[in-house]
T-cell receptor, first 116, second 112 residues
Framework: KAGVTQTPRYLIKTRGQQVTLSCSPISGHRSVSWYQQTPGQGLQFLFEYFSETQRNKGNFPGRFSGRQFSNSRSEMNVSTLELGDSALYLC???????????????FGPGTRLTVL | AQSVAQPEDQVNVAEGNPLTVKCTYSVSGNPYLFWYVQYPNRGLQFLLKYITGDNLVKGSYGFEAEFNKSQTSFHLKKPSALVSDSALYFCAVSSGTYKYIFGTGTRLKVLA
């Protein structure tokens, strides 16, 4: 089974620009989560999508948004980029057990975003 | 509020010695508990999980973890550490709210 793929792997943008990152989950997984990882803040949860609906959301400003398509692929968008948005953005997909919780998350390799 | 704590930012251990990376959690209900490992410039890799059953869970690369309900802990252990085990380790919990909560991570350094 193919793993979680993320594109692009590396991205360099300048302040004020916007960026779109893409994530293709493992086949059959309907839950997709996004995380931001920085040396100073660690692993921060951005949001989770399930069946095209945002189900959980972290504490990030509205500049960070996402969506999920009917094939479970997901994109996240960051508008008006700031220097502090430089980070590794990780996507993870998983099965969900109704009433129990989210099972093992499988992570992609990440997109390294650098904002100049 | 639900939370996961990894009290140690870094753990140093000599190669060949046993290692323990600590994790405690606070969540209602019966959670799923996970350990992940991250090598430099890579995504997180799943190591092991506890859902139900035997409190001692065995995972990849010789790692195991013990679920202790009374102490709400899920410590990661390995009998004999390898230099190649040096990495960043994350504990995580998921419950009926479907939220996945990660700890802050513990950097494991195995010294030759």
């Amino acid at each position: 089974k193919a793993g979680v793929t993320q594109t692009p792997r590396y991205l360099i943008k300048t302040r004020g620009q916007q960026v779109t990152l893409s994530c293709s989950p493992i086949s059959g997984h309907r839950s997709v989560s996004w995380y931001q990882q920085t040396p100073g803040q660690g692993l921060q949860f951005l949001f989770e999508y399930f069946s095209e609906t945002q189900r959980n959301k972290g504490n990030f400003p509205g500049r960070f948004s996402g969506r999920q398509f009917s094939n479970s692929r997901s994109e996240m968008n960051v508008s008006t980029l700031e220097l502090g948005d430089s980070a590794l953005y990780l996507c993870a997909s998983s099965f969900v057990v109704r009433g129990k919780g989210t099972d093992t998350q499988y992570f992609g390799p990440g997109t390294r975003l650098t904002v100049l | 509020a639900q939370s996961v704590a990894q009290p140690e930012d870094q753990v140093n251990v000599a190669e060949g010695n046993p290692l323990t990376v600590k994790c405690t959690y606070s969540v209602s209900g019966n959670p799923y508990l996970f350990w992940y490992v991250q090598y430099p410039n890579r995504g997180l890799q799943f190591l092991l999980k506890y859902i139900t059953g035997d409190n001692l869970v065995k995972g990849s690369y010789g790692f195991e973890a013990e679920f202790n309900k009374s102490q709400t802990s899920f410590h990661l252990k390995k009998p004999s550490a390898l230099v190649s085990d040096s990495a960043l380790y994350f504990c995580a919990v998921s419950s009926g709210t479907y939220k996945y909560i990660f700890g802050t991570g513990t950097r494991l350094k195995v010294l030759a």
